[in-house]
């Protein structure tokens, strides 16, 4: 994938001298990193698509997810929240906030959050399921602490 990967970037920087976006290659290259597992790669893509305003939901979550792998979580945060303000009403980038904030124990900000996706969407039995554990959550805070401890890896 890492040869393809090269080959995709080629071609759309070839494209935008021409005045035009090849998004299709772009797209393409952002695949291939991923095959590759290749997170700078994924991260730098992504980001590309953000600068030169050709992205999509898709590319906002999937810089979040580059930056979160990379440690970056005050740059994961921004990119999310940029997301969201690009596209205010997508479920995916909404969800991916909700789950960031209530996994960090924020769950006042997660049912705001959720709040608004059951607005959205008020048939979805999965935002209502998330809003009950976030719920949880807050009542029980002995609950977070547990699920902290079962993430730690086991030496």
Do not use: W
């Not at 090269?6 to 005045?19: N, W």
């Not at 990193?33 to 305003?53: F, L, P, W």
């Not at 990119?79 to 124990?105: C, I, K, W």
């Not at 039995?125 to 993430?151: D, S, T, V």
């Amino acid at each position: 994938y890492k040869e393809a990967m090269d080959f995709f970037e080629t071609p759309y920087e070839t494209s935008k001298m021409m005045g035009k976006k090849d998004t299709s290659q772009l797209t393409n290259a952002i695949i291939c990193a991923q095959k590759e597992k290749d997170t700078e790669k994924i991260k730098y893509y992504n980001q590309k698509a953000i600068d030169e305003k050709v992205a999509t939901p898709y590319n906002y979550g999937n810089l979040f997810d580059a930056k979160t792998a990379l440690k970056d979580t005050v740059g994961a945060m921004q990119t999310l929240q940029a997301g969201r303000a690009a596209f205010p009403t997508n479920v995916e980038l909404m969800n991916r906030e909700t789950d960031y904030l209530m996994s960090h124990g924020k769950n006042q900000e997660a049912l705001t959050n959720l709040d608004k996706a059951i607005a959205s969407d008020p048939k979805n039995a999965e935002f209502y399921l998330a809003k009950g554990i976030a719920y949880y959550g807050m009542a029980n805070p002995r609950y977070n602490a547990a699920k902290k401890e079962l993430e730690k890896p086991k030496s």
